[in-house]
């Protein structure tokens, strides 16, 4: 890989311990890649930040770079182990909450922005169209990428955190033209629409390009979709088929600028969608946990659950995961009063993924696919997949 004099002096330590050793990590994975150069990133999203990944291994090598660190381009964090501010109320332990705010603080001291979110685009690490970044949520890459045009790779946590520290990253995958083409192109014959629902058709498409062997699909048959419906089904062909781009005909911004897959690969039904939502429900399942807000809830759906919560009790235990901000946004509208009022809990800066809850309720409701996958693997719950309003229901029936 070419290397600029700056960054010929990067690597030999000119710029101290932590840029070094970022830089390695990235002339390495350049040289994996066959990057020809390294270019500037614009914004940087961090994952593997719950304690749970981390570890102490991990915090050890956070604790290194942050000895004389300081990120150069605005940066993030994914969702933490725990809501930072209540956390108590969500149950998790002291020595938990210990350690994750030991974690945090050493984000904090590197310049990092300690905003826990998967949904970066929603409060201010917002690219705009072709820009480099290096984000390292599954979900938040396929957004950016597919829905504003943005360009990244998908990051591990450590060179997320290199190309923060350094504001640049090897030039390779998805910042090249020549990788964003549309692989297999795909038919929607019929209509879709809610949260769920777009996530039940990423689990059928990323189900069906993981049997075809391809990652990039051109998805026709879709009007038009919400910003809540788009990150849905982001989550869900990320999670299923390992997608970190799609075109979506008339929505992605760059969905003409590459020639058309001319074979159609695969068509959707209503018997295919009905299907892959049935594979999304566990038989003999016992709820006694709902979660809205995989990825993260928007203000628009935390606006609609205070209507649909509005002078209602909650029976259950209920989540509504956010980024911080988004819930000092509903603070000041007042549908956090009327959430809570209702029994449902926030728990900001968190989800009910990364939480450590593992065994702690039998089965969880959810809108969203990607939350019903790793309910299962991770935390060993019992799923349900449903609207907002039927999670609504079974939480307040
Ligand atoms: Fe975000 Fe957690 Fe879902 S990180 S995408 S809310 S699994």
Not at 245 to 255: A, Q, S, V
Not at 257 to 277: C, G, M, Q, T, W
């Given at each position: 890989?070419?290397?600029?004099?700056?960054?010929?002096?990067?690597?030999?330590g000119?710029?101290?311990?932590?840029?070094?050793?970022s830089?390695?990590?990235?002339?390495?994975?350049?040289?994996?890649?066959?990057?020809?150069?390294?270019?500037d990133?614009?914004?940087?999203?961090?994952?593997?930040?719950?304690?749970?990944?981390?570890?102490?291994?991990?915090?050890?090598?956070?604790?290194?770079?942050?000895e004389?660190?300081?990120?150069?381009?605005?940066?993030?964090?994914?969702?933490?182990?725990?809501?930072?501010?209540?956390?108590?109320?969500?149950?998790?332990?002291?020595?938990?909450?210990?350690?994750?705010?030991?974690?945090?603080?050493?984000?904090?001291?590197?310049?990092?922005?300690?905003?826990?979110?998967?949904?970066?685009?929603?409060?201010?690490n917002?690219?705009?169209?072709?820009?480099?970044?290096?984000?390292?949520?599954?979900s938040?890459?396929?957004?950016?990428?597919?829905?504003?045009g943005?360009?990244?790779?998908?990051e591990?946590?450590?060179?997320?955190?290199?190309?923060?520290?350094?504001?640049?990253?090897?030039?390779?995958?998805?910042?090249l033209?020549?990788?964003?083409?549309?692989?297999?192109?795909?038919?929607?014959?019929?209509?879709v629409?809610?949260?769920?629902?777009?996530?039940?058709?990423?689990?059928?498409?990323g189900?069906?390009?993981?049997?075809?062997?391809?990652?990039?699909?051109?998805?026709?048959?879709?009007?038009?979709?919400?910003?809540e419906?788009?990150?849905?089904?982001?989550?869900?062909?990320?999670?299923y088929?390992?997608?970190?781009?799609f075109?979506?005909?008339?929505?992605?911004?760059?969905?003409?600028?590459?020639?058309?897959?001319?074979?159609?690969?695969?068509?959707?039904?209503?018997?295919?969608?009905?299907n892959?939502?049935a594979?999304?429900?566990?038989?003999?399942?016992?709820?006694?946990?709902?979660?809205?807000?995989?990825?993260?809830?928007?203000?628009?759906?935390?606006?609609?659950?205070?209507?649909?919560?509005?002078?209602?009790?909650?029976?259950?235990?209920?989540?509504?995961?956010?980024?911080?901000?988004?819930?000092?946004?509903?603070?000041?509208?007042?549908?956090?009063?009327?959430?809570?009022?209702a029994?449902?809990?926030?728990?900001?800066?968190?989800?009910?993924?990364?939480?450590?809850?593992?065994?702690r309720?039998?089965?969880?409701?959810?809108?969203?696919?990607?939350?019903?996958?790793?309910?299962?693997?991770?935390?060993?719950?019992?799923?349900?997949?449903?609207s907002?309003?039927?999670c609504?229901?079974?939480?307040?029936?």
């Amino acid at each position: 890989m070419r290397l600029n004099q700056e960054e010929k002096e990067m690597l030999e330590g000119k710029y101290g311990k932590s840029t070094q050793k970022s830089m390695e990590i990235l002339a390495t994975l350049g040289e994996i890649f066959d990057a020809e150069n390294m270019i500037d990133v614009h914004g940087v999203q961090i994952a593997g930040v719950s304690y749970d990944n981390l570890g102490e291994a991990g915090l050890e090598f956070l604790n290194e770079m942050a000895e004389d660190g300081k990120v150069k381009v605005l940066t993030t964090l994914n969702p933490a182990g725990m809501d930072r501010e209540n956390w108590q109320a969500l149950g998790i332990d002291e020595e938990f909450a210990k350690n994750q705010n030991r974690a945090i603080d050493t984000f904090a001291k590197m310049g990092i922005i300690t905003t826990c979110s998967c949904t970066p685009y929603l409060i201010g690490n917002t690219p705009h169209y072709g820009q480099h970044i290096a984000w390292a949520e599954s979900s938040a890459v396929c957004y950016s990428n597919s829905v504003i045009g943005a360009r990244t790779n998908r990051e591990g946590g450590p060179s997320a955190l290199a190309a923060a520290l350094i504001g640049k990253t090897p030039n390779y995958g998805y910042h090249l033209d020549k990788n964003r083409h549309g692989q297999v192109l795909v038919v929607v014959n019929i209509p879709v629409k809610g949260t769920d629902e777009f996530g039940v058709l990423g689990k059928f498409i990323g189900d069906k390009l993981v049997e075809l062997g391809k990652k990039i699909p051109y998805i026709t048959g879709i009007p038009s979709a919400t910003v809540e419906e788009l990150k849905s089904f982001c989550a869900s062909v990320a999670t299923y088929g390992g997608t970190a781009l799609f075109h979506m005909d008339g929505i992605t911004p760059e969905c003409n600028n590459y020639p058309k897959p001319s074979e159609i690969v695969f068509e959707i039904s209503h018997d295919d969608l009905d299907n892959a939502r049935a594979e999304l429900i566990d038989d003999d399942i016992e709820i006694d946990f709902v979660s809205i807000g995989c990825p993260h809830a928007s203000i628009h759906e935390i606006a609609n659950l205070s209507k649909l919560l509005e002078g209602k009790e909650v029976k259950k235990e209920f989540w509504i995961t956010t980024a911080r901000p988004t819930k000092r946004i509903a603070d000041e509208a007042g549908y956090s009063k009327i959430i809570e009022d209702a029994g449902a809990k926030f728990a900001a800066d968190t989800c009910c993924v990364v939480a450590p809850i593992k065994g702690r309720f039998k089965g969880i409701m959810v809108d969203s696919a990607k939350a019903c996958y790793y309910g299962r693997a991770k935390n060993k719950f019992k799923v349900k997949i449903g609207s907002i309003e039927e999670c609504v229901q079974e939480a307040i029936k």
